[in-house]
């Protein structure tokens, strides 16, 4: 099963990335719990449940703060139901104009196809300085 979460992630990734949310929504589990950094500052941060919460509090917060953001995979680490997504995120802060470029490493957990829970350690600083 894990060979293929990482599939499902890797056609995760290319969808949110051409901009197909409909694909990467499909992916979620009706419960999933998404956490970011909670930081002062950075509009997606804190814990998510369920797919609307991630769609309006980190993808609504994503398009309303960076321009071409994209989430660039460098590599898949297979770990059972677990994978671990290590890449770097890029865009322009919508505020600032600042180009964004931030390391990123993506706990993902899976569950008879489905996210269930994502943690999203990333450079937070390069994040903030991109917002201004």
Do not use: C
């Not at 990467?24 to 909670?38: A, F, N």
């Not at 369920?50 to 960076?66: K, Q, T």
């Not at 490493?105 to 990333?122: E, M, N, Q």
């Amino acid at each position: 099963m894990s060979e293929e979460n990482v599939d499902i992630l890797r056609k995760g990734y290319e969808a949110f990335n051409r901009a197909d949310m409909d694909t990467v929504m499909g992916l979620m589990d009706p419960h999933i719990e998404w956490q970011e950094s909670d930081i002062e500052g950075l509009p997606q941060g804190g814990t998510h449940h369920g797919p609307e919460a991630v769609a309006n509090n980190v993808f609504g917060a994503i398009v309303g703060n960076w321009d071409d953001f994209q989430a660039v995979p460098a590599e898949f680490l297979d770990a059972g139901e677990r994978v671990v997504v290590l890449g770097h995120v890029q865009g322009r802060g919508k505020a600032s104009g600042k180009t964004l470029d931030a390391h990123y490493a993506h706990v993902w957990t899976l569950r008879d196809g489905k996210a269930v829970h994502v943690r999203v350690y990333a450079d937070t600083a390069k994040l903030l300085q991109s917002l201004g």
